[in-house]
C-alpha cells in the first residue's frame, strides 16, 4: 500500500504544470455563456452582414453547439432573416467588385462572404435552399472569373476560406477546393514571410518596406490571428485526399511555432507580434484567435499537447482573468483596423463583435478539450 502510494505522489508530482492547472470544463462554460449573454442582451441582431457582425456569429454558432442553447441559435437566425441571407445584396454582376468597400456593389468582397459561414451552419441544422442560396450565386460566379487575387489581405482568409470548403460539403462541387488553392497561392504570394512564417496583414507592410516603431518587421496580431484560425476551420471540413492538404497543414503549423515565440509572459499577444515596444500591452482578439487556434490543433492531433497546450492555457489565463470583465464585457479588443497604431489606447472598455466571437472560439475549443480528458 505505502509503495502505491508514493508511486502516486512521485507520478502527481512529475505532471506538467499545465496538467495541475488546467480549467475547470463547466467553469469554462459558465464563461462562455457569460460572454455571449452580455453581448446579446445588450445588441439587437438586426444589424448589416458586414464582416464585423459576421465574425461575432461565427464564434456565437460555436457557443450554440456546445450549449444547445436556442436563444443563440435563433440570435443567428433573426440576424440572417434580416439580411435576407445575402452580404452585399447587388442583382447586378456587371458592377459587382472586390476592393475594399462597405456598399452593395461590393459583393465580392470578402468582408461581405463571411456571413455566409454562418448560413451555411444554420442551413445545416433547418435546410432550407434560400439559406444557402446566394451564398452559392456568389461564389460560383467568383469562381466563374479568371481572377485569382480576390484574397489580398489577411483577413479575407478567414472571412472566406471556411465558405469554400463549407460549400464544398454542402454541395461535393471540388472546383470550391480548387479555387481555394488557387486564392491561396495568391494570398501567401504577397503576404506570408518566408523567415519567420508570419503574414503580413497586406503587401504595404511588407519588411523593409514598412517596420515598426524600432525597425522591426511588423506583424499584426489580429492580422495573423484571422489566418491562424481560418487555416484550422479548412482543415476542419478539408476532405483527406485534397491534393492540396499538406500546404494549409505546413502553413498552419509553422504559424503555431512562430505564434508560440511571441507570446508576453503574462499570456497574451502584442498587437505588434515582434516588437512590444510598438503598441505595448493587452490585446484579446489576436489572442483568442490564437488561443483558438492552438487548442483545435491539440484537439485535432494537429499540434502535440506537451509542446503548446501551456501556451494555450496561459492565453486563456488572460482572457478568462483579465479581458472578460465582472458583467460579461470582453475587454482590451483593439477597435476596428488593419495594424498595430503605436498610442492607440485599448483598455477594459475596449470590445467590439467580432472580438466577443473570437472569445467564444476559444472558449468552446478550450471545452472540447477538456471534455476529452
Known amino acids: ?41 445588450n445588441h439587437q441582431p438586426e444589424v448589416w452582414a458586414f464582416w464585423d457582425e459576421a465574425a461575432y456569429h461565427t464564434g456565437n454558432m460555436e457557443a450554440f453547439s456546445l450549449t444547445g442553447d436556442e436563444s443563440y441559435r435563433l440570435y443567428s437566425e433573426r440576424w440572417a432573416d434580416y439580411n435576407q441571407w445575402m452580404g ?5 454582376k456587371s458592377v459587382w467588385k472586390y476592393k475594399y468597400g462597405e456598399k452593395d456593389d461590393y459583393v465580392l468582397f470578402g468582408d461581405w462572404q463571411i456571413c455566409f459561414q454562418t448560413y451555411i451552419d444554420l442551413y445545416h441544422l433547418n435546410p432550407g435552399k434560400h439559406k444557402i442560396a446566394r451564398a452559392r450565386e456568389v461564389m460560383e460566379y467568383q469562381m466563374s472569373t479568371a481572377a485569382n487575387d480576390y484574397w489580398w489581405w489577411a483577413d479575407g482568409l478567414y472571412m472566406v476560406m471556411p465558405v469554400m470548403t463549407k460549400l464544398y460539403a454542402v454541395t461535393g462541387n471540388r472546383f470550391y477546393l480548387e479555387k481555394l488553392h488557387d486564392y491561396f497561392e495568391y494570398a501567401n504570394s504577397i503576404m506570408s514571410d518566408q523567415k519567420t512564417g508570419l503574414y503580413y496583414r497586406d503587401a504595404k507592410y511588407v519588411y523593409p518596406k514598412h517596420k515598426s516603431v524600432n525597425g522591426k518587421k511588423d506583424f499584426w496580431a489580429r492580422g495573423d490571428g484571422w489566418v491562424f484560425a481560418g487555416l484550422a476551420k479548412v482543415l476542419k471540413d478539408l476532405p483527406q485526399d485534397d491534393p492540396h492538404r499538406e500546404l494549409y497543414v505546413s502553413k498552419y503549423k509553422r504559424l503555431a511555432k512562430a505564434i508560440l515565440k511571441s507570446q508576453q509572459p503574462e499570456g497574451y499577444w502584442t498587437r505588434s507580434m515582434l516588437d512590444k515596444d510598438h503598441a505595448p500591452g493587452a490585446e484579446t482578439s489576436g489572442t483568442a484567435f490564437f488561443t483558438y487556434g492552438l487548442l483545435w490543433g491539440i484537439n485535432n492531433g494537429y499540434l ?10 496561459k492565453s486563456w489565463k488572460y482572457l478568462s482573468e483579465v479581458a472578460l470583465q ?16 503605436p498610442g492607440q489606447v485599448v483598455n477594459a472598455k475596449s470590445t467590439a463583435n467580432f472580438g466577443v466571437g473570437a472569445f467564444l472560439l476559444a472558449g468552446a475549443e478550450l471545452y472540447r478539450y477538456l471534455d476529452k480528458q
Open 1 to 41: 500500500m505505502m509503495i502505491r502510494s508514493i508511486a502516486f505522489l512521485l507520478m502527481l508530482f512529475n505532471l506538467p504544470v499545465s496538467a495541475q492547472n488546467q480549467p475547470v470544463k463547466v467553469e469554462v462554460l459558465k464563461l462562455i455563456k457569460k460572454a455571449n449573454n452580455y453581448w446579446q442582451s
Open 88 to 92: 452585399a445584396k447587388s442583382a447586378d
Open 304 to 313: 502535440k499537447e506537451k509542446i503548446y497546450l501551456n501556451s494555450a492555457l
Open 326 to 341: 465582472q458583467d460579461g464585457r470582453v475587454g482590451y479588443v483593439q477597435p476596428i483596423g488593419e495594424k498595430a497604431i
